[in-house]
Structure formats: structure tokens, C-alpha cells
């Protein structure tokens, strides 16, 4: 059974940074394209950034030069390096992971950024 666990969200003080850690668990290897996506309260789910296999990695112009997204291929982890948070950022962030035809979420890790 695959089981996706987020962890390192919190509170914190705009201007500030926070790392979001993804791990990806059970009978599961070479997972293909990895990300993150955020839900603010009364908004859509969005795609904040993502990560291939190789490496290549995808931005939401929003957070282009703030948000570094990383990945440990042996560890079946990808890690949200945020800096320079903004209120607006505050939202619940979502890990998720492809696997040939399937998609698998986490149930998620609230952002919390205090101006």
C-alpha cells in the first residue's frame, strides 16, 4: 500500500522560510514526476511546482525565484525549499507523486505566513 506523508509546514512570519519535506512509502520505485500543489481557503487547488525523474523542474510564476523544489530519487522524497513567504502564501500544500497511470496524494500541510 502506497502511503504519501507531508511534513514541515507551520507558522511563520512573512519574509520568512519554511522546508517542506514529501516522502512516498510501501512497494513503489521510480516514481515519475513529483510536485506540489496549494488550496487557500474559498480557491482552487493549484500547482505550485514540480520535479521529473531527470530533474526537470516546473514553476508557478508566483513563486519563480522563491520556491526551490527538489527531489531524492533513493529516499522516494521531494522537498519545498520556500523562502521570502508572503501572507499569500498561506494555504494547505499537497505533495503528490505519478506512478505510471496512478496519482498519489498526501492529505496535506498547512502554510501559515503572518504579516
Known amino acids: 500500500q502506497v502511503q504519501v506523508v507531508e511534513s514541515g509546514g507551520g507558522l511563520v512570519r512573512a519574509g520568512g522560510s519554511l522546508r517542506l519535506s514529501c516522502v512516498v512509502s510501501?512497494?513503489?520505485?521510480?516514481?515519475?514526476?513529483m510536485g506540489w500543489h496549494r488550496q487557500a481557503p474559498g480557491k482552487a487547488r493549484e500547482l505550485v511546482a514540480s520535479?521529473?525523474?531527470?530533474?526537470?523542474?516546473s514553476y508557478a510564476d508566483s513563486v519563480k525565484g522563491r520556491f526551490t523544489i527538489s527531489r531524492d530519487n533513493a529516499k522516494n522524497t521531494v522537498y519545498l525549499q520556500m523562502n521570502s513567504l508572503e501572507p499569500g502564501d498561506t494555504a494547505v500544500y499537497y505533495c503528490?507523486?505519478?506512478?505510471?497511470?496512478?496519482?498519489?496524494w498526501g492529505p496535506g500541510t498547512q502554510v501559515t505566513v503572518s504579516s
Open positions: 510501501g512497494s513503489i520505485f521510480n516514481l515519475n514526476r
Open positions: 520535479i521529473g525523474i531527470g530533474g526537470q523542474t
Open positions: 503528490n507523486a505519478a506512478y505510471f497511470s496512478q496519482t498519489f
